[in-house]
């Protein structure tokens, strides 16, 4: 158990919806990461926040956005659904930042756009 | 294309073989960390190297960043079942870039 805990864990939904993920860093860290996983493209940053703001941005999409929350939980938005969005999304949280920093995956929500 | 190149992409071995998995890249990085993952999980980290040339050892695990840092590899003796799961290297370009990750199965 890494201490970072997603809901849900599995979702199934339709083309052209929205969804909301959620993420819960481990106790103390500040520092949150969304990651997308599917067959083809492997694991992909999307982005981090760190303390509330938002610190480096990857390959997320416009369709896509997320917000790190005062108590520092976190939420990925997903909307204007695609077939192509179905992929499990990881959230990963860290006490440190920078290239030596340990980051800590939680156990990602299957998303599933039908 | 691939930032970072691991090879092979799949390798299914009897218990008790060696097996080399490599991560290669025409970047230098500043750290680069293997991590291994099972399904239905998140990554788990193994291991990060900062050095160039820098050998890590983990029990049968061994891991090396290249001279120049561009390349690791990770080394595993006597292979067991519980050594199944997707190997992933990552390296930090101000975030974490992943390679496609080597699908070990090792046969009891």
């Known amino acids: 158990d890494s201490g970072v805990t997603q809901t849900p864990k599995h979702l199934i939904t339709a083309t052209g919806q929205r969804v909301t993920l959620r993420c819960s860093p481990r106790s103390g860290d500040l520092s949150v990461y969304w990651y997308q996983q599917s067959l083809d493209q492997g694991l992909q940053f999307l982005i981090q926040y760190y303390n509330g703001e938002e610190r480096a941005k990857g390959n997320i999409l416009e369709r896509f956005s997320a917000q790190q929350f005062p108590d520092l939980h976190s939420e990925l938005n997903l909307s204007s659904l695609e077939l192509g969005d179905s992929a499990l999304y990881f959230c990963a949280s860290s006490s440190l930042i920078g290239s030596q920093s340990r980051q800590y995956f939680g156990p990602g929500t299957r998303l599933t756009v039908t | 294309t691939q930032l970072l190149e691991q090879s092979p992409q799949f390798l299914s071995i009897q218990e008790g073989e060696n097996l080399t998995v490599y991560c290669n890249s025409s970047?230098?990085?500043?750290?680069l960390q293997w991590y291994r993952q099972e399904p239905g999980e998140g990554p788990v980290l193994l291991v990060t190297?900062?050095?160039?040339?820098e050998v890590k050892k983990l029990k049968r695990l061994t891991f090396q960043f290249g001279d120049a840092r561009k390349d690791s590899s990770l080394h595993i003796t006597a292979a067991q079942p519980g050594d199944t799961g997707l190997y992933l290297c990552?390296?930090?370009?101000?975030?974490?870039?992943f390679g496609q990750g080597t699908t070990l199965q090792v046969k009891p």
């Open positions: 990552a390296g930090h370009l101000g975030k974490l870039i």
């Open positions: 190297v900062v050095t160039g040339g």
């Open positions: 970047s230098v990085f500043s750290s």
